[in-house]
């Protein structure tokens, strides 16, 4: 029997992956939000998702009703938004609407991994421009980069995961401003900084976030685009009918009607990040972020990654890619956890 042939450019392609977590007892990999849904909240969604028909396919009208409701929170039209399952599927269809065979993707290196990923499943050439030292981009260099490779889709990540760098408002303009194509501007961390650009409603423009960090949804899976309604028809071409579940919808209206509630423990994040930092930096060069995680340096991270695993602590190695070498990355968790973690670097 002949094996069938998997498509010859994605040889080497590996598939994701993440820290080790079956030995772990406190996660701090994988920049969730540490605080599980109120218990309210959670006992409003088990309500409504009595109420639905599973035996009939998700209902358009909440699916409007959702996206009517994102855009509230967002501050445009209802027009402007695209829902999808995570900010991944959202980052992914820009790259099968606007990408795809013969044509090519600019990236920040280092960067969202998924970023390359998505772009070569879809059959897109992958471009890298790398990002300073200190992890920020050089805007010139950028537009030049642009002016000469003239990509059809352009990543930017702000805040940048797994560095935390905020790119700022004017530097995403100037840089969106030089590409022919679609850009696509990950803001995945909005909430922990505030800095967005989807004010701005740039026409080449798509913005993604999700609601796995901020508002304590990572189990849902569902995140949302924001870009100029010419934009999105392109996207339709390559959406699946019935895109969210129906308890994907019931349990996201729920969580947005109380999104002030859910959203409440971002400036404790903020805060113990912070403090998180102001310890790091005692013993390591630390970077900073705007995100719910930060990027570190330890003068021995072998040790420190052997000390925390007899400890059960989860963190994520980001030691091998190139531009991080020797880096760590630790999600903020509760104060209690970063006093674990906290102790044992000690």
């Given at each position: 029997?002949?094996?069938?042939?998997?498509?010859?450019?994605?040889?080497?392609?590996?598939p994701y992956s993440t820290s080790d977590v079956e030995t772990g007892r406190i996660f701090l990999h994988a920049n969730?939000?540490?605080?599980?849904?109120?218990?309210?909240?959670?006992?409003?969604?088990?309500?409504?998702?009595?109420?639905?028909?599973?035996?009939?396919?998700?209902?358009?009208?909440?699916?409007?009703?959702?996206?009517?409701?994102?855009?509230?929170?967002?501050?445009?039209?209802?027009?402007?938004?695209?829902?999808?399952?995570?900010?991944?599927?959202?980052?992914?269809?820009?790259?099968?609407?606007?990408?795809?065979?013969?044509?090519?993707?600019?990236?920040?290196?280092?960067?969202?991994?998924?970023?390359?990923?998505?772009?070569?499943?879809?059959?897109?050439?992958?471009?890298?421009?790398?990002?300073?030292?200190?992890?920020?981009?050089?805007?010139?260099?950028?537009?030049?980069?642009?002016?000469?490779?003239?990509?059809?889709?352009?990543?930017?990540?702000?805040?940048?995961?797994?560095?935390?760098?905020?790119?700022?408002?004017?530097?995403?303009?100037?840089?969106?401003?030089?590409?022919?194509?679609?850009?696509?501007?990950?803001?995945?961390?909005?909430?922990?900084?505030?800095?967005?650009?989807?004010?701005?409603?740039?026409?080449?423009?798509?913005?993604?976030?999700?609601?796995?960090?901020?508002?304590?949804?990572?189990?849902?899976?569902?995140?949302?685009?924001?870009?100029?309604?010419?934009?999105?028809?392109?996207?339709?071409?390559?959406r699946m009918p019935y895109a969210q579940s129906s308890f994907t919808q019931a349990a996201a209206l729920v969580v947005?009607?109380?999104?002030?509630?859910?959203?409440?423990?971002?400036?404790?994040?903020?805060?113990?990040?912070?403090?998180?930092?102001?310890?790091?930096?005692?013993?390591?060069?630390?970077?900073?972020?705007?995100?719910?995680?930060?990027?570190?340096?330890?003068?021995?991270?072998?040790?420190?990654?052997?000390?925390?695993?007899?400890?059960?602590?989860?963190?994520?190695?980001?030691?091998?890619?190139?531009?991080?070498?020797?880096?760590?990355?630790?999600?903020?968790?509760?104060?209690?956890?970063?006093?674990?973690?906290?102790?044992?670097?000690?």
């Amino acid at each position: 029997m002949t094996r069938p042939k998997p498509r010859p450019d994605l040889e080497g392609l590996a598939p994701y992956s993440t820290s080790d977590v079956e030995t772990g007892r406190i996660f701090l990999h994988a920049n969730e939000n540490p605080y599980p849904l109120p218990v309210s909240v959670m006992e409003e969604i088990v309500e409504a998702t009595k109420r639905l028909e599973l035996n009939r396919y998700p209902d358009a009208d909440v699916a409007s009703q959702l996206r009517r409701e994102i855009a509230s929170y967002v501050g445009v039209d209802p027009e402007w938004i695209w829902i999808g399952d995570g900010s991944n599927e959202v980052l992914l269809q820009s790259c099968l609407a606007y990408g795809g065979p013969g044509r090519t993707a600019l990236l920040f290196e280092p960067t969202y991994r998924m970023h390359y990923r998505q772009a070569r499943m879809a059959g897109t050439a992958v471009e890298v421009c790398m990002r300073r030292s200190d992890f920020t981009i050089d805007v010139d260099e950028a537009r030049a980069s642009i002016d000469r490779l003239s990509p059809d889709v352009v990543f930017l990540c702000s805040p940048n995961n797994p560095t935390g760098t905020i790119t700022p408002h004017e530097d995403i303009v100037r840089i969106a401003s030089a590409a022919p194509g679609l850009v696509v501007v990950d803001e995945a961390y909005f909430e922990f900084c505030g800095e967005t650009l989807v004010p701005d409603h740039l026409a080449n423009v798509v913005v993604v976030r999700t609601m796995s960090k901020a508002f304590r949804l990572a189990g849902l899976r569902l995140g949302y685009g924001v870009a100029h309604p010419d934009v999105l028809a392109s996207m339709r071409a390559v959406r699946m009918p019935y895109a969210q579940s129906s308890f994907t919808q019931a349990a996201a209206l729920v969580v947005l009607k109380h999104r002030d509630e859910v959203l409440d423990k971002v400036d404790g994040i903020t805060s113990e990040r912070e403090r998180l930092a102001k310890e790091l930096t005692k013993t390591a060069e630390v970077f900073p972020s705007g995100a719910n995680f930060l990027l570190f340096r330890p003068p021995d991270a072998n040790a420190l990654l052997s000390a925390l695993a007899d400890k059960g602590i989860v963190i994520r190695d980001f030691r091998t890619l190139t531009g991080t070498e020797g880096c760590l990355r630790i999600t903020v968790g509760t104060p209690s956890e970063n006093d674990e973690f906290l102790a044992v670097l000690r």
